[in-house]
């Protein structure tokens, strides 16, 4: 698996080319010092960095996280891995309580606006163009820490 061009180490990744430059812009991937002719050439163990990205991505781990997983050693770092763990799974609880809680008040718009009347407004489109309070503390942070994962 070594003389690997850039576009078969993607293609064998399942990834794009600009994604593999993109990583290796991010530090995510080192660049290669190896040349066979004109072209730079990536062995195994870059393809396994990039499956170790793509499988950390699919778990919800974002680039920074994914960048900090890379930095521990797979037979000395358990328990930093394990905490790295039940963070995340502590932020996808908090995000599906969130969406939870999304469907909930949308369920209860539908409901307003299949029973009322049609000469009222329409409760949704009413409810989304009413200014809401500012968001409570506690809701401010939990919107703040949705965004910092998303990246």
Excluded: W
Aim: net charge positive; with cysteine.
């Amino acid at each position: 698996m070594n003389n690997l061009t850039i576009g078969a180490l993607a293609r064998a990744a399942g990834v794009g080319v600009e994604t593999v430059r993109y990583y290796q812009r991010r530090g995510l991937l080192p660049e290669p010092q190896s040349r066979k002719g004109a072209f730079r050439t990536y062995g195994g163990d870059e393809l396994a960095r990039l499956h170790f990205i793509r499988r950390a991505q699919a778990l919800g781990f974002s680039l920074d996280e994914i960048s900090e997983l890379l930095d521990l050693d797979e037979m000395t770092d358990r328990e930093n891995a394990r905490v790295f763990a039940k963070a995340k799974i502590a932020d996808i609880e908090s995000r599906v309580r969130q969406l939870e809680e999304i469907r909930t008040a949308l369920e209860s718009l539908v409901r307003c606006c299949e029973h009322s009347d049609a000469e009222t407004p329409c409760p949704i489109l009413h409810a989304l163009a009413t200014p809401q309070p500012p968001l409570q503390p506690a809701q401010a942070a939990a919107k703040r820490a949705s965004r910092k994962t998303h990246r």
